[in-house]
């Protein structure tokens, strides 16, 4: 029997991404195309691979089967393109990024600069997702990398079959709004005030958590709030104070908001993820080890911006 590589791919994305809307998502196709694709195969194959008969789809054995050679055939063609690269003389394709508002604006954006201009033939195609879902994409090879973030003195679980490469450790402030008569001075005046936290699963919501439960207070959380624009704005406007990191200040014009003296507050690590390549002990390819390279290049040039605007060393 001849069985379309293609249509192998086909029925691998239906099997990772348990259903075939998924699957024509990831693979910009429609899901009449897709559930074509997976009837033309079944006709070559002369078997069902689909199970019809209840309401989500669902492999039958057979399915199953071919899905996981399907699954392996990814992975030598990903390996055999990452391989090829080596060959020529000049990085090229594309590759996905899936990063969060603040990363993009101050680290992804002069990174892709620097990437263009060294390597103007590679394509490089950004994503806001992060969290849970950009790990589960880039596990799924939807994503070749994710730019995440955690609070640095999490003890973080290791994660299969993927990599951390670490990228800028970015410290935190604490907040106030320039109105207030009295601004927190040190952790003793935190607190009976309101504060704008983050989601506990966030960096900046774990670190609020550490620091009342070092310091033994219990946080008036008054506004729950995910993004550091509007935790910002509320802060201006004054309804708390907030811990935010400091890449976050760098377009706060002086004065919106006070930044207070308050030290060890901690930090957010933000690192590069990868999948883990079978062959290659965890390196990742070429094309993304350039795209890591300039991402560090630009980290290190943000250092000096921030040690100049906080009087760092």
Known sequence: MDIDPRRLRVLHEVARRGGVMR??????????AVSQQLALLEREVGLSLIDRSQRRVALTPAGRVLAGYAERVEEELGEA???????????????????????????????????????????????????????????????????????????????????????????????APPGWAEVPRGVADLAGVPWISGPPDQAC??????????????????????????????VAAGHGVAIVPS??????????????????????????????SRTRSGEPDPVQAVVIAALRDAAEELSGRLGARWNAP
Request: no cysteine; net charge neutral.
């Open 81 to 175: 393109r990452r391989e090829l690269i080596r060959f020529t003389e000049r990085l090229a394709g594309p590759v996905s990024i899936a990063a969060f508002p603040t990363v993009i604006r101050h680290l992804l954006v002069p990174a892709l600069g620097r990437l263009a201009e060294r390597h103007p033939q590679i394509t490089p195609r950004i994503q806001e997702l992060y969290g849970p879902p950009a790990l589960q994409e880039l596990r799924l090879g939807g994503v070749d990398l994710a730019l995440t973030e955690q609070d640095a003195d999490k003890t973080v679980a290791v994660q299969q079959a993927i990599v951390s490469h670490p990228l800028y450790v970015d410290e935190y402030r604490i907040v």
């Open 247 to 276: 890449l976050a200040l760098l377009d706060v014009p002086d004065g919106e908001v006070v930044v207070t003296g308050i030290t060890n507050v901690g930090a957010r690590k933000l690192d590069v993820v990868t999948r883990l």
């Open 205 to 234: 919501g774990h670190a609020l958590e550490r620091l009342a439960a070092l310091h033994g207070f219990t946080p008036r959380r008054a506004h729950m709030i995910q993004e550091f624009p509007p935790t910002l704005a509320l």
């Open 23 to 32: 699957a024509a998502e990831a693979l910009h196709l429609t899901a009449s």
